[in-house]
């Protein structure tokens, strides 16, 4: 049987679905007798998501619309 | 990864633009002007920075778009003067921080078997998870990631780019890619983890 540290260093290749069947199903074994590396699995994955959703979408806000419009007419399209 | 139609797109705008045509330069500036702005401001996280980043990121694709050779994609190539830029924003306001990114993986015993209890806070309520405190707390945890794996972790997980558009982007191999986000990751984890597990004491006390 695998070690957690070893799971740990693979998950990120596992949510790529880049890990080969053998290594991917050992890991899944793994994860059905280790409760302590399935909350480490669902918060590594939560983190990911997290942070995406706290830090976007990224608007431009008004006043930076404007001077960039103003910035591109002035340098760029009439230098 | 763009795909087909946009990548198509974006090719029949740059030869547009180096055959001169000023409404091309326009729809470029429509379609990536809130990339860059976006990219820059989660690297800097300051709303001029960003602003100054996306003027010089827009004045260097108008006078060098005929340096662009096509070698990779038109989108990886604005996403590198953009970076270039927002290093040397950074570069000149870059207090030193060493953070060492070890501190990212829980305790494991010499079989390698982890030895205590890991919460599982992925599933606590979208009150917590997405409070202003929380956020705080992400805004901070990633200003502490070193330069390197910040970039990554912005263009992978934030920006939503595949695996293989941020090698090209950063001229890096996709195991290296890997390996900087999983660092980013388990850092981030980590400091989340913390917060929440703090949270929690915090909350049981009242
Ligand atoms: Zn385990």
Same mark, same amino acid.
């Given at each position: ?34 409760p ?44 | ?28 500036f ?30 260097t ?7 662009f ?42 079989? @390698?078997?982890?030895? &205590? %209890? #890991?919460?599982?806070?992925s599933?606590? +309520?979208?009150?917590?998870?997405? !409070?202003n ?25 934030v920006? @939503?780019?595949?695996? &293989? %558009? #941020? ?5 890096? +191999?996709?195991?290296?890619?890997? !390996? ?27």
């Amino acid at each position: 049987m695998i070690c957690c540290k070893e799971c740990i260093d693979l998950l990120c290749d596992y949510f790529e679905g880049t890990l080969d069947p053998a290594t991917a199903a050992s890991l899944e074994d793994h994860f059905k007798d280790c409760p302590p590396c399935v909350s480490f699995l669902e918060t590594y994955r939560q983190t990911s998501d997290l942070c995406r959703k706290t830090l976007t979408p990224v608007e431009i806000p008004e006043p930076v619309q404007i001077k960039l419009r103003e910035f591109v007419k002035n340098h760029i399209q009439s230098p | 990864m763009p795909t087909q139609e946009e990548k198509a797109q974006d090719e029949m705008l740059v030869r547009d633009m180096k055959a001169g045509q000023m409404e091309a330069f326009d729809k470029i500036f429509e379609l990536y002007q809130r990339k860059i702005y976006a990219l820059a401001f989660n690297m800097t996280r300051n709303q001029m920075d960003a602003q100054d980043v996306t003027q010089e990121v827009l004045l260097t694709i108008y006078r060098k778009i005929d340096t662009f050779q096509g070698k990779s994609a038109f989108s990886s190539w604005v996403y590198r003067i953009t970076l270039n830029a927002t290093y040397m924003k950074l570069r000149n306001k870059k207090k030193e921080q060493y953070v060492s990114l070890d501190e990212g993986l829980p305790n494991f015993n010499h079989a @390698g078997f982890q030895n &205590e %209890k #890991v919460s599982d806070w992925s599933k606590s +309520t979208d009150s917590l998870l997405f !409070s202003n405190e929380t956020k705080g707390v992400i805004e901070k945890a990633v200003e502490l990631l070193p330069e390197k794996e910040k970039v990554v972790f912005m263009l992978r997980d934030v920006e @939503g780019l595949s695996t &293989e %558009k #941020v090698g090209e982007i950063l001229d890096l +191999t996709i195991p290296a890619v890997k !390996s900087r986000l999983h660092r980013a990751r388990l850092f981030l984890r980590k400091k989340l983890s913390s917060y929440f597990d703090e949270y929690q004491t915090r909350s049981s006390k009242k």
